[in-house]
């Protein structure tokens, strides 16, 4: 593709060349022995379950914790304070886990429960207990597959999913 190589770009340049195609930097002796000790650094330090990241939320119970779903990892609970990160996965012979890996969105209600959407329908997480509850086709929904989830002013959930828009009601006072 001879729009994409150096010198011949069928874009403009930007304002700051650094951000945009390849850059070759020269290494010294010094420069190549402290980047090796970054790397085993950050090899020892927790990572992500997942190498795509779905759906990013900052808590608004606790600022410190960054949720963060995955497309095939699960769901992480990231610490800023401690840098500690754990992970909640699918587990088929446990029942209080998250129903996919795949977690599309979260949200968080304004009691602290995360709604996540996910390919194997609605989770709802009470992060203080720990415990999962799961809602697919048999409880109502249209699909099993939820791609976002929005909540209204009257506190009900709206569910982006591949049968259409389904709302759901969590209570007869609603």
């Known amino acids: 593709d001879d729009s994409h190589s150096f010198g011949d ?29 970054y790397l085993i650094e950050a ?21 410190d914790v960054i949720w963060i779903g995955t497309d095939a990892g699960g769901l992480n609970r990231f610490n800023k304070q401690d840098g500690s990160v754990i992970v909640y996965r699918h587990d088929p012979d446990n029942e209080n886990t998250v129903s996919n890996n795949s977690i599309q969105y979260i949200h968080e209600d304004k009691n602290g429960i995360l709604w996540l959407a996910t390919n194997s329908g609605l989770n ?11 809602y697919r086709e048999q409880d109502g929904l249209p699909t099993n597959y939820i791609a976002s989830i929005l909540e ?5 959930l709206w569910l982006a999913t591949r049968n259409g828009l389904s709302r759901m009601n969590f209570s007869n006072d609603r």
């Open 9 to 37: 770009w069928n874009a403009d340049v930007p304002l700051d060349s650094t951000m945009w195609g390849i850059q070759i930097q020269v290494v010294t002796d010094e420069e190549s022995t402290d980047i090796k000790q």
């Open 43 to 63: 090899s020892r330090q927790p990572l992500l379950s997942g190498p795509n990241i779905r759906s990013i939320h900052i808590s608004n119970s606790d600022k």
């Open 124 to 134: 709802r997480f009470d992060p203080q207990k720990e415990e999962f509850t799961v």
């Open 152 to 156: 209204d002013d009257f506190g009900y």
